[in-house]
């Protein structure tokens, strides 16, 4: 079917093109005037258009949440301009998803926080590499590495 100088599948090629508006005015036109005059081109064109908003929505939450996340730690990190704190906090007390995830936010950082101070106070670094280097030391672990690596030397 040929209308406004383009076939129906040069036209469902251009959709994507012409719904995220990356068409120059010329071929923009000719699309616009098959879109008029062909039904089923037109069809397809609502579910791709439908289909883009939907998506461009989902980029726009998945941005702000990005947004508030960072806000988030910068202000528990203790990073944040004082000019923006009293922002920060006037939308915090104004927005649920804000407060929620503030506190499960802190409440991982805490945890990974406790996790830290517990494995840096109870494990102490110098006396398991001296074991492991007396290990490789006394099990003739070194000589055969050392004969690995000398094979692929040579």
Do not use: W
Not at 85 to 110: G, H, T, V
């Amino acid at each position: 079917m040929l209308k406004g100088n383009l076939t129906c599948t040069i036209v469902g090629k251009l959709l994507t093109h012409y719904v995220e508006d990356n068409l120059d005015k010329k071929y923009k036109e000719m699309v616009s005037i098959h879109l008029r005059n062909c039904p089923m081109c037109m069809e397809k064109y609502s579910v791709v258009k439908r289909l883009f908003n939907e998506a461009e929505k989902k980029r726009r939450l998945i941005k702000e949440r990005e947004v508030m996340y960072e806000e988030i730690s910068l202000y528990l990190d203790g990073e944040m301009d004082k000019s923006r704190i009293n922002d920060f906090e006037s939308i915090l007390a104004k927005r649920k998803e804000y407060e929620e995830a503030l506190l499960n936010i802190s409440k991982l950082k805490r945890m990974l926080n406790n996790s830290f101070y517990k494995t840096k106070y109870t494990i102490n670094t110098d006396d398991i590499s001296e074991k492991v280097m007396e290990q490789l030391k006394t099990s003739g672990l070194r000589n055969s590495i050392r004969r690995f690596f000398t094979c692929f030397l040579r």
